[in-house]
């Protein structure tokens, strides 16, 4: 099996580059912060030049405005702007929506957001979670009733990350109370100004918003804006997971190398106790086992996209992949703590912070990578049940 770039993907990946060196990523204003899985910051201007090279349609079909160029493109750009510290922030979200419109999507879903997408306008949260349904989704209250040709929604979604910032909300509802436990739910594409929809934010651990709370009262949706098929949206979410799974954390793997980078060059420029950190042999050998787990995590990743690409499941993979990801993710930002000793946990702003505070900031969002898009313990099951055949658990009674 050949892991190196095709030539195509390495003259693709020098464009990206040059690009990177046109547009300064530190020259973006920035709309929302970075959440740290290695995304960059949330900016929707860096997402309109992204959309005037034409990137954010090159894998689509022609049919839809599309160039229909290799999925792997995606992998060489993702990879390049996470090494950049691009903030490409609310990127795979497009995508991803953008796929599912152009499988599913009404016609108005087509005809109005494709373009908007395609040209960086578009960007997108998810309403999935709420107060009393996270890892058990199919507990959710929010509820879409029909009226003539609208559906008018109900609810209340939680944690939803850069809702405040993004132009649409995928709002997960229940549409039916007759239907068996996982049918008669729907997904709905929602303008976030709609009326009847309030948005506030909430303050994580960093001090930083990210994350917002969103207030569903009589949001009146045209029925054309659901995705998919009324009833289907459960089948369909799942569906959509494994891929939100590999896509959301795709660039982990270039994100950390970054951080590892910076710490290797800190090593090499400290001095502690006349010497520099790079010759103690404990830091050595700790940075040189993060290169090889970011290494080996980097081709689990390639390994999934591979099946994506062929059609195949990767359900078990992408389990595997993010647990793997999230918790390298918070090693990593452990180790960082530790080689900057007291200083490590000042943050950006304090005079003698290190490393402008990014490695307190990677440590503090670290922590809630393993609970986001499916918690480490409930997708263990999964790598249990799927992966090594183990019985699955029995149902609460
Ligand atoms: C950084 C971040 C970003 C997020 N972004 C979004 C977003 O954009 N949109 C959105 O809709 N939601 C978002 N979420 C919410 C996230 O999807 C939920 O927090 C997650 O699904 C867990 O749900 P919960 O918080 O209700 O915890 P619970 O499901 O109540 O879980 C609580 C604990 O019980 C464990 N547990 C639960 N069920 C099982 C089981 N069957 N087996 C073993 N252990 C179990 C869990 O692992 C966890 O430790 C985000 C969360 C975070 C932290």
């Excluded at 999507?105 to 997408?117: C, D, M, S």
């Excluded at 199919?138 to 990350?161: C, Q």
Aim: hydrophobic share 45%; aromatic share 10%.
């Amino acid at each position: 099996m050949d892991f190196g770039r095709s030539p195509d993907e390495e003259a693709f990946a020098d464009e990206v580059r040059r690009f990177l060196a046109e547009h300064p990523p530190e020259r973006f204003p920035l709309d929302g912060v970075d959440a740290g899985y290695g995304s960059g910051a949330h900016s929707h201007a860096f997402m309109r030049a992204l959309g005037e090279r034409g990137w954010l349609a090159m894998c689509w079909p022609e049919a839809f405005g599309g160039q229909a160029r290799p999925m792997f493109l995606k992998l060489v750009l993702l990879e390049e702007l996470a090494l950049a510290g691009a903030p490409f922030g609310p990127l795979a979200g497009s995508w991803q929506t953008a796929d599912a419109i152009i499988a599913y999507g009404t016609e108005r879903l087509r005809r109005e957001l494709l373009p908007a997408i395609a040209r960086g306008e578009a960007t997108f949260w998810q309403g999935y979670s709420e107060p009393d349904a996270g890892s058990d989704l199919l507990a959710l209250t929010t509820e879409a009733k029909r009226d003539g040709e609208h559906w008018i929604i109900r609810g209340h979604k939680i944690w939803s990350s850069h809702a405040g910032v993004s132009t649409h909300g995928l709002v997960f509802t229940r549409t039916s109370r007759e239907a068996r436990r996982s049918r008669g739910f729907s997904m709905f594409v929602v303008p976030s100004t709609t009326p009847g929809m309030d948005i506030r934010p909430i303050r994580s651990l960093t001090g930083d918003i990210y994350h917002y709370e969103v207030f569903l009262d009589e949001v009146r949706v045209p029925a054309d804006l659901m995705l998919g098929p009324e009833g289907e949206g459960f089948v369909a979410l799942l569906n959509g997971l494994d891929s939100d799974r590999f896509w959301g954390r795709f660039y982990k793997a270039p994100a950390l190398l970054r951080v590892l980078r910076r710490l290797v060059d800190y090593a090499n420029t400290t001095v502690v106790a006349g010497a520099p950190l790079a010759r103690d042999p404990v830091v050595r050998r700790r940075l040189a086992a993060m290169a090889a787990e970011i290494a080996a995590l980097r081709l689990l990743f390639y390994r999934a996209a591979c099946l994506l690409r062929d059609g195949a499941p990767i359900t078990y993979e992408t389990a595997v992949a993010k647990v793997y990801a999230d918790e390298t993710g918070q090693k990593l930002a452990r180790l960082g703590l530790e080689l900057l000793g007291p200083w490590g946990v000042l943050r950006r702003g304090s005079r003698a912070a290190r490393l402008d505070g990014d490695i307190a900031h990677a440590y503090l969002t670290s922590l809630g990578h393993t609970i986001a898009g499916g918690t480490a313990e409930v997708l263990r099951t999964t790598v249990a049940v799927r992966g090594l055949g183990l019985p699955a658990e029995p149902k609460a009674r």
